[in-house]
């Protein structure tokens, strides 16, 4: 069985930045692409962020390239998303989530897979 455990999560002034983390429990972390996903209060879920399995690759959505940048450490069965230059609009549940395969950006790919709790992260202005 996987788990997704996120944190990092937190109260930042506009300009600021944040880093979260998601820790994975279970076998084959390598084998997983893994993603973030945040949802403001009366929203869906959307994406933020993609890595692959290897790391090699990632893909962001347009609200946040520029600013967000996904990473992995496949020793610690982590994945990182690093915030910065964070605006109120950023203000959301992040979540990460999981997916055996080399490389997804589509949530709906994801709801196959697992999902962390989520981390609240608000940026005040």
């Known amino acids: 069985q996987v788990q997704l455990e996120e944190s990092g999560g937190g109260l930042v002034q506009a300009g600021g930045s944040l880093r979260l983390s998601c820790a994975v429990s279970g076998p084959n972390f390598s084998r997983y692409s893994m993603a973030w996903f945040r949802q403001a209060p009366g929203k869906g879920r959307e994406f933020v962020a993609a890595i692959s399995r290897s790391g090699g690759q990632s893909s962001y959505s347009d609200s946040v390239k520029g600013r967000f940048s996904v990473s992995r450490d496949n020793a610690k069965n982590t994945v990182y998303l690093q915030m910065n230059s964070l605006k109120p609009e950023d203000t959301a549940v992040y979540y990460c989530?999981?997916?055996?395969?080399?490389?997804?950006?589509?949530?709906?790919?994801?709801?196959?897979?697992?999902w962390g709790q989520g981390t609240q992260v608000t940026v005040s202005s």
């Open positions: 989530a999981a997916r055996y395969s080399p490389f997804d950006v589509v949530k709906a790919e994801y709801d196959n897979g697992y």
